[in-house]
């Protein structure tokens, strides 16, 4: 098993720009969410999906879309980039949303 | 929606001594708290949970223990090692409304050798 993969490690962006962070996981679980990480500021939830075909915003789901097609994958697209999606991004899955949740590695955005 | 307070910001210890971390939780209907440890540059990674319907949990020189009444939760560290440097981070989840984790600002722990 893979695990949590996501894919880019490390972006560099400019304003307006779009594009999408990917994040797969090959154990079957039903629920998936979207992070980002700031300095200080902990974890704070941009969307999830408790399974295919469903999606629903989390704490900062301004300036992001997601949708959920697969079990598998759960892309996270930014629209028009701005400097303050400058982050850490966290992909996480879980069997459901009361079992342990498994990150993957992250992706480092930088919008200029 | 769930507030989680998370204290201290940081926290610093001599080899061997025990940490406490403490949180606090708004949601009365939260019912699964997990607390995660992140390295710096690596992602969080579970290292002990509770349910609500238990008081306490350990395992080796980690120990949970979860106030329902107060709705707060605390990681107990013994027996530190320099290892144990990271930021924690605790979480909560309610069992209704918004099915997914709500985290703490994380504790930034320093183990002095």
């Known amino acids: 098993n893979a695990g949590v993969t996501q894919t880019p490690k490390f972006q560099v962006l400019k304003t307006g720009q779009s594009m999408t962070l990917q994040c797969a996981q090959d154990m079957n679980h039903e629920y998936m969410s979207w992070y980002r990480q700031d300095p200080g500021m902990g974890l704070r939830l941009i969307h999830y999906s408790v399974g295919a075909g469903i999606t629903d915003q989390g704490e900062v789901p301004n300036g992001y879309n997601v949708s959920r097609s697969t079990t598998e994958d759960f892309p996270l697209r930014l629209l028009s980039a701005a400097p303050s999606q400058t982050s850490v991004y966290f992909c996480?899955?879980?069997?459901?949303?009361?079992?342990?949740?498994?990150f993957g590695p992250g992706t480092r955005l930088t919008v200029t | 929606g769930e507030n989680v307070e998370q204290h201290p910001s940081t926290l610093s210890v001599q080899e061997g001594d025990s940490a406490v971390i403490k949180c606090t939780y708004s949601?009365?209907?939260?019912?699964?708290f997990p607390w995660y440890k992140q390295e710096l540059g690596k992602r969080p990674q579970l290292i002990i949970d509770i349910r609500s319907n238990v008081g306490e949990k350990k395992d080796q020189r980690i120990a949970v223990t979860l106030n329902k009444t107060a709705k707060h939760f605390s990681l107990h560290i013994t027996e530190t090692q320099p290892e144990d440097s990271a930021v924690y981070f605790c979480a909560a989840l309610a069992a209704t409304g918004r099915r997914a984790l709500t985290f703490g600002s994380g504790t930034r722990l320093q183990v002095q050798p």
């Open positions: 996480a899955s879980g069997q459901g949303g009361t079992t342990v949740q498994y």
């Open positions: 949601d009365s209907a939260s019912n699964y």
